[in-house]
């Protein structure tokens, strides 16, 4: 394999093993993860192998195959303030093993990924699932997937620096071939919920726009903020809790009551979604998703003209329904498509960009794969 090549001819000695954790996409829940809510993600074919070896000191070099100038680099990290860039992901992951506890020392590592780039489809979980897998193994830490994804998170959220839920980390480190995963983000309980889209005559088509709006940098933690000030406001420990819609936003303005109204609706949606799934209705699902799209374009404000000209012209060219998906401002979009329909709505999306003088998006399509593993 690629990665233990590399780590050879980098290393001059042989990787102890391989992982692998996947992206995911999101096939309904959006933002409620950081909301106490629910998601439903599945992990995607596409994701990152880390060819590991244990050291007995405390430094750790790292070599990435994506390097940004094409040629492979090693990053010496010996301390975390070192870490820079992607790196971060990876020594974030070191520091939230440490701090929580595991005698995690340090690691030579080659990184190999094939995450579409920028495309939203959590490479950056990837990344630091199949890093924290690794050394779970390594160390013999004898820590679960989910244990792995929380730690995971915290990498994020508190090395990083970007708050997010634990809806990527749980669809990396969870998720199973053929099934989407249901995860009740406030009691962490999951469910694999079959999702067989090629027996049923249908396909996830990902549609990439390939523009990410550096603008929204920050957006998604004043969005977290919204949720959180309209929570205190209606007197619930987090939105999740609220019952009574109509109540809670008679009780609120402006950007609180447009945020409660997509997380309350969102939940609803995504019950709605497991609901139709188990009665073997999935064509059905496509309303659900125009109405989750629709509710994060105009109550939640993430989306962006890409995403809408996208979920729109796949509609038109006869998708059953179609959503952005992710933390939004770019990224990509989602539509459920009949085998027999994909050509045309793939002409009508590319047909629209073009229109617009914008650059064609990529089109891939996304079947369940399975979870973070160990390779070899
Ligand atoms: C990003 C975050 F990382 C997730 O935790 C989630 O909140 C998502 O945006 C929106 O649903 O991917």
């Known amino acids: 394999m ?27 829940g959006e933002h409620t993860d950081y909301n106490g809510g629910f998601v439903l993600p599945f992990a ?9 070896a244990r050291r007995d000191d405390d430094t750790v070099r790292l070599l ?5 100038d094409g040629s492979a680099h090693v990053e010496r990290i010996s301390a975390y303030d070192q870490a820079e860039g992607w790196t971060r992901y990876v020594v974030g992951v070191f520091w939230a093993l440490r701090r929580a506890g595991h005698p995690v020392r340090g690691a030579d590592l080659v990184i190999d990924g094939d995450v579409p780039r920028g495309a939203g489809l ?14 779970n193994d390594l160390y013999e830490l004898g820590l679960g997937g989910l244990d792995l994804a929380l730690l995971a998170q915290k990498a994020e959220n508190d090395f990083v620096g970007m708050p997010c839920g634990i809806m990527d980390q749980a669809a990396s480190a969870l998720g199973k071939e053929g099934h989407a995963l249901f995860m ?60 009574d819609l109509a109540a809670a936003l008679a009780a609120l303005e402006g950007d609180e009551r447009r945020r409660t109204q997509h997380v309350v609706t969102e939940n609803h949606r995504v019950e709605a979604v497991i609901g139709l799934l188990r009665a073997g209705a999935l064509p059905e699902i496509g309303a ?9 374009r105009d109550q939640y404000e993430v989306s962006c003209a890409e995403l809408d000209v996208a979920v729109e012209a796949a509609v038109r060219g006869g998708a059953r329904g179609a959503r952005m998906t992710g933390g939004g401002f770019g990224g990509s979009a989602i539509a459920l498509v009949a085998a027999d329909r994909l050509d045309r709505v793939r002409e009508e999306v590319a047909r629209s960009y073009a229109e617009r003088g ?15 593993r160990r390779l070899a």
């Open 288 to 296: 659900l998703l125009n109405a989750s799209h629709l509710s994060l």
């Open 64 to 68: 990435s195959l994506q390097a940004a």
């Open 184 to 243: 009740d983000c406030r009691s962490l309980a999951t469910r694999a919920v079959p999702l067989d889209l090629a027996a049923e005559g249908f396909q996830v088509l990902i549609i990439d726009t390939g523009v990410h709006h550096e603008l929204a940098d920050g957006q998604y933690a004043r969005r977290r903020q919204d949720c959180e000030n309209a929570a205190k406001r209606l007197g619930v420990e987090s939105l999740r809790d609220v019952t």
């Open 44 to 52: 995607v074919p596409w994701g990152v192998t880390a060819a590991a």
């Open 122 to 135: 959590s490479s950056s979980a990837a990344l630091e699932v199949s890093v924290a897998l690794a050394l």
């Open 2 to 28: 690629r990665g233990a090549e590399a780590f050879r001819t980098a290393f001059g000695r042989d990787p102890e093993g391989l992982w692998h954790a996947p992206g995911r996409v999101n096939l309904i």
């Open 358 to 372: 914008w650059a064609p998006p990529r089109f891939l399509p996304a079947t369940p794969a399975p979870g973070a």
